[in-house]
């Protein structure tokens, strides 16, 4: 199966759609929240608990997976999706967030980026073209083009230059993908998705959606927003770029996260969301709720014999009690931290599937 | 189903036997070996990974639990199977061994053993009687009566002052233990075990050997081996004990181990075996295999994309490639960890198995 987004039905009072993400791994039914694997495994879960639990699709960084074990190795192993025993869709980001992320370790220029490993410090230059033959080793089904993600707060010409080149480089990745896969048809091939930016301002937005599409993509990320900004913020720019980007094309709204904004961006035409949010929080104790964030080490669950949220599905709410799952974790046993991964993970897949179904059945308002 | 041991059958040539063993929650075939869970959970497993790899019994430790969450807690909650979601059988250690490893941090005397918590410094008094109150409360299949370790070297007057309490404690831990689970033949109720000692003197050996038979248990722990004496001496040990103890009764050395030691060990007539060993190596980056011991951080490993030892059926080998599971080392994922540990222990299933196999169709000989 080649890749292809099929919209099943559209929201009558928003922009919210639910839809098929085909591609030659299988089917995403979105709106998708993507667990975020940035080595190549999604931390302290194992690829089969991450099925069991709903998975449809796992997100990878680009520039982890560069510097360890490496693109080239990734290949020789068969690809991303043999290296670490993941047969379901795969997307990676291009790296520019990361590189984004380094801040004084990272220089800027037209031609790409340098930046210096934060693992041995050895110095690397990514261009656009590299970045392409780097994730096309690697293998994903859908894989994202070099991007310039400005920071928060940034001046408007910073911005600006940022959007410049982050089209720029978006032509040079698509002119080089389509070189070093000329066969983009295929089985097995990969989709490449472009990046818009713009930081908060409208109108950088609206040009970097419009000359992104003219070069033409068959998906959108829309990057640079939950970098620090307000949160309203991010309503007002995808308003200013959603409607210029292709209807049919699936978007990624990259890095974001919470429920609250995931509700939110789903109304504004969002598709896909990732986020290191679910497994970040279960190595600091923390569990998601329809209460909110709640600390397992909380005393309140000393005693607590039923689940960590009853009624839940997952693996640790079916067999677990809160009362078993905060002693492990005052013990500084693992197993506190798979079984909140497991849990925050499928909190996330139960939204989603909530969402779909409230816009499938129109049963809820957006 | 109330506690039986049934032997299915005798190696011709040595003490070996192959037998089942009948609990209230299941049987255990032996010889056998048990995952080590200390804390209430084997480190970086989850129970149904415990299980699919073919464990029959896990093995929990006393002492730590007594310390946190406390056998109380674990009470309220319906007792150790409940708590950590572990419907097969299950034994505790008496913390003999754990107290004896604090050192300077407890004093024994002939009333008890007064230690210090290695959590929080409160200091604790664990008398016989208090020692079967806390391991009914806890609630396992089989548990043990406190024992005084004595240490390796040790001048042949401590250890026979060691063996003089370990006898009088056995005695007094019967007595408790009849007073405070008196209907012992009730589905669900525990079975003790005596603790052998001697050091590494034979006829010390015979002596403890004796006076424990001569209270009557349902099984026999021999401990004191394995704590720094050469390993030649663990078989002349056994030689001096096991003819002594019940031949009906199963025989459980405690806190062995390595491959190599099982072998012999079943040949003088060892039903049962635990060791930290499989999963402890597991998190330094080692796995178990028919050359031997390996380190995964090994460069040779590096472009395997072969499993960790070809043939083995474990999931981490059936799923994954040694190079991937090297990367996850290399890049401090908790994965590695996990699937080292499952592969470690079902490689300790699987020589059981052989054992067991051996000793049923007298296949080979020990």
């Known amino acids: 199966m080649v890749f292809k987004f099929e919209i099943l039905k559209k929201d009558p009072k928003s922009r919210a759609r639910a839809g098929k993400l085909y591609t030659s791994h299988g089917v995403i039914n979105t709106p998708a929240f993507m667990p975020v694997g940035t080595q190549g495994t999604v931390k302290s879960v194992t690829p089969l608990q991450l099925k069991e639990l709903g998975a449809e699709i796992m997100l990878s960084n680009t520039y982890h997976l560069f510097l360890r074990p490496g693109h080239e190795l990734i290949k020789k192993f068969g690809g991303i999706h043999k290296f670490i025993s993941w047969d379901k869709p795969m997307l990676t980001d291009s790296g520019g967030f990361q590189i984004f992320s380094l801040g004084g370790l990272r220089k800027l220029t037209d031609e790409g980026a340098t930046f210096t490993s934060h693992i041995d410090g050895k110095k690397h230059l990514l261009t656009p073209e590299r970045i392409m033959e780097i994730e096309l080793a690697i293998g994903a089904d859908i894989i994202m083009a070099l991007d310039e993600c400005a920071p928060y707060p940034c001046e408007k010409k910073q911005a600006r230059v940022a959007v410049e080149r982050t089209t720029k480089w978006a032509r040079r990745c698509k002119d080089s993908f389509n070189k070093l896969q000329p066969d983009a048809k295929r089985v097995g091939s990969s989709t490449l998705f472009g990046i818009v930016q713009g930081s908060v301002y409208p109108d950088l937005r609206k040009r970097s959606a419009e000359e992104l599409v003219e070069i033409g993509f068959d998906g959108y990320g829309i990057g640079g927003l939950s970098v620090g900004e307000p949160r309203s913020v991010i309503g007002e720019m995808l308003d200013a770029q959603v409607p210029i980007l292709p209807e049919g094309?699936?978007?990624?709204?990259?890095?974001?996260?919470?429920?609250?904004?995931?509700?939110?961006?789903?109304?504004?035409?969002?598709?896909?969301?990732?986020?290191v949010i679910p497994t970040r929080i279960a190595r600091h104790g923390t569990f998601l709720s329809k209460q909110g964030r709640q600390a397992v080490k909380n005393a309140r669950f000393t005693q607590q014999t039923s689940p960590l949220e009853p009624g839940c599905d997952c693996y640790a709410c079916k067999n677990f009690s809160a009362g078993y799952i905060r002693h492990l974790l005052m013990a500084s046993e693992i197993l506190a931290i798979t079984l909140l991964s497991i849990h925050n993970l499928r909190f996330m897949m139960t939204l989603m599937a909530q969402i779909r179904s409230a816009i499938l059945e129109e049963s809820r308002e957006f």
């Open 249 to 275: 094309a699936p978007k990624h709204l990259m890095g974001v996260g919470y429920p609250e904004d995931i509700l939110e961006a789903v109304k504004h035409g969002i598709d896909l969301f990732d986020c």
